[in-house]
């Protein structure tokens, strides 16, 4: 049962979608400060460290009690390709850092349409490179993703499977943004209750991804379309009230057929990536994700 507060909230927000999409667009998202002023911020009781060796604003995240001091995180964040930076990165991992008890690496790709696909995907594998060159081994890396930061997780692991190199020990998506294609009854049929997305605005970040409306199908853009064996286990976020729901369903079916050790937690009444907006559900969220996170890289 979701509570009140979440409701009257999203409600709140439901009702002046458009004004807080504005908002939202064209003023939080693209508020940004230089990474050492953002690593140097405390949150959750994480402290960060700027990193300057990887030509992108990057920041280390550590929790206050390390729980696998061999371990490492590797996050990628949302926004539909079209925005997003470290400071939105810092917010994003800091809760799951500290509920999980392990380092977390988070970096600011570029951005489309300046830089389509894939300027994305080969910064994520310059940050993962990286990890490994300060000795981190990939089984225990996880990727953590929320919505087209889900999508840029899976392509990586997908990159480096398809390469014959290790994949990392798990992988934890929040509301991932998979099928950019929009084939999934959600997009219409909550498309009234959804607070937070718009379904032709996310069409056209995808486009301008992709470079061309014909590759939104490719598995390269949408990898709920790729074939998954050989992945580690995942962990899949969703909140009920999203257009992207279906986006996760199709997920966890698609590696379930392929062998992966899979399961998608839904969580009723929730927008896209509640997991940012500190409700008692959010909390909760980072907490079991933090669970999920420490059992499989501690082990």
């Known amino acids: 049962m979701p509570s009140k507060r979440s409701q009257d909230m999203l409600g709140l ?12 667009n064209g003023l939080l998202m693209k508020v940004d400060a230089p990474a050492r002023t953002v690593a140097r911020l405390r949150m959750c009781g994480t402290t960060g460290n700027a990193v300057t060796d990887l030509d992108m604003p990057a920041v280390m995240v550590s929790p206050r ?12 964040h949302g926004g539909a390709f079209v925005s997003g930076g470290i400071m939105q990165c810092r917010t994003l991992i800091s809760p799951i850092s500290a509920a999980a008890g392990i380092r977390a690496l988070t970096f600011s790709y570029r951005l ?10 080969e910064d994520a594998e310059r940050a993962y490179r990286y990890l490994l060159s ?17 999508n840029l997780a899976l392509s ?14 798990a992988i934890a998506l929040l509301s991932p943004w998979v099928d950019l294609k929009q084939t999934g009854e959600s997009y219409t049929a909550l498309a009234d209750v959804d607070a937070t997305l718009d379904g032709k605005e996310l069409l056209n970040s995808a486009i301008a ?20 064996t050989g992945f580690p286990p995942v962990l899949i976020h969703c909140g009920t009230q999203e257009i992207l729901l279906s986006d996760s369903e199709m997920l966890e079916r698609a590696l379930l057929r392929d062998g992966v050790e899979a399961h998608m937690v839904r969580w009723a009444g929730m ?5 940012a907006f500190g409700f008692e559900e959010s ?17």
């Open 156 to 169: 990586l692991a997908l990159r480096l499977r398809d390469a014959g190199e290790a994949l990392p020990g």
């Open 13 to 24: 927000i439901r009702a002046h979608k458009k004004m807080a999409g504005d908002i939202s």
């Open 112 to 121: 489309a349409p300046q830089y389509p696909w894939p300027a994305q995907l």
């Open 283 to 299: 909390r909760a969220a980072n907490s079991q994700i933090g669970q999920f996170l420490k059992s499989r890289l501690g082990a």
């Open 271 to 275: 927008c896209h990536v509640f997991q």
């Open 209 to 228: 991804f992709a470079g061309s409306p014909d590759r939104l199908g490719d598995a390269d853009i949408s990898p709920v379309y790729a074939d998954f």
């Open 134 to 150: 300060l000795g981190y081994s990939p089984r225990k890396i996880a990727f953590v993703g929320e919505s087209a930061g889900g």
């Open 65 to 76: 009690k390390t729980e696998v001091p061999d371990a490492a995180l590797l996050h990628m």
